[in-house]
Structure formats: structure tokens, C-alpha cells
């Protein structure tokens, strides 16, 4: 397992930007390269939800309701993922989690919270209209 420390969430109105970040802390043993780093959210009363995913050579795979909006990265020297998330909207609005994932994952599997080992807390964007 990975340490995670999320941040960056906060409120905007509609229309907006915010940018995520997720940073493995602590002392670790593996490469941070070898995460396959992904964010999710969960919004009140329902299930938590893949946003977008990254492995550790910089390929990215999102969700078809951020896609276009959302920027998934990662600075493996720092070890840090980020979520640059723009023209934000009302339903955007939930608890944004980090993970991460020593699997490889496919596009069937990335978006499954059983798939990954370590979770960042959440971090909460509110997108008013």
C-alpha cells in the first residue's frame, strides 16, 4: 500500500476550474511510477464513481461524463497525480478520492474501486449554479 494525501478541492460556480492534487507521503519501498493512479468521486446517496485513471508511462482513460473537461496527469519525480478539471457543472459536485493500483488494469477493470489498494481521504468540490 501507498500513502495519499488529496487536496485542491473547494467551491466554484459553474463554469469554473479547480485543479486536484494527490501526493504519496511517507516512507515507501516501490516506485511511484509503478502506481496506476486514478481519481474518483462520490457524490451524496450514490455509488463512487471512476473518474479518470493514469499508469505509470502516462496513458490516461476517462470517464465518457468528464471527457473533454478533465485532465488527469502525474509527476513521477514528485510524486504527485493531478486532476485539472474544467468547465465544471452541478453534477460534478462530490468527494474526489486519489488511488492508487499495483494491477494492470484494462478498461474494463480501471473504473472498479475493488482494483485498487490505497486511497487518498477525499477532498470536496462544490459547483454551484
Known amino acids: 500500500q501507498v500513502q495519499l494525501v488529496a487536496s485542491g478541492g473547494g467551491s466554484v460556480q459553474a463554469g469554473g476550474s479547480l485543479t486536484l492534487s494527490c501526493e504519496r507521503s511517507?516512507?515507501?519501498?516501490?516506485?511511484?511510477?509503478?502506481?496506476?493512479m486514478a481519481w474518483f468521486r462520490q457524490a451524496p446517496g450514490k455509488e463512487r464513481e471512476g473518474v479518470a485513471t493514469i499508469d505509470g508511462n502516462g496513458r490516461t482513460t476517462y470517464s465518457e461524463s468528464v471527457k473533454g473537461r478533465f485532465t488527469i496527469s502525474r509527476d513521477n519525480a514528485k510524486n504527485i497525480a493531478y486532476l485539472q478539471m474544467s468547465t465544471l457543472n452541478p453534477e460534478d459536485t462530490a468527494l474526489y478520492y486519489c488511488?492508487?493500483?499495483?494491477?494492470?488494469?484494462?478498461?474494463?477493470?480501471?473504473?472498479?474501486?475493488?482494483?485498487?489498494?490505497?486511497w487518498g481521504q477525499g477532498t470536496q468540490v462544490t459547483v454551484s449554479s
Open positions: 511517507g516512507i515507501e519501498y516501490s516506485h511511484f511510477r509503478d502506481y496506476c
Open positions: 488511488a492508487a493500483s499495483l494491477f494492470v488494469l484494462s478498461a474494463d477493470s480501471w473504473s472498479s474501486p475493488e482494483e485498487y489498494t490505497s
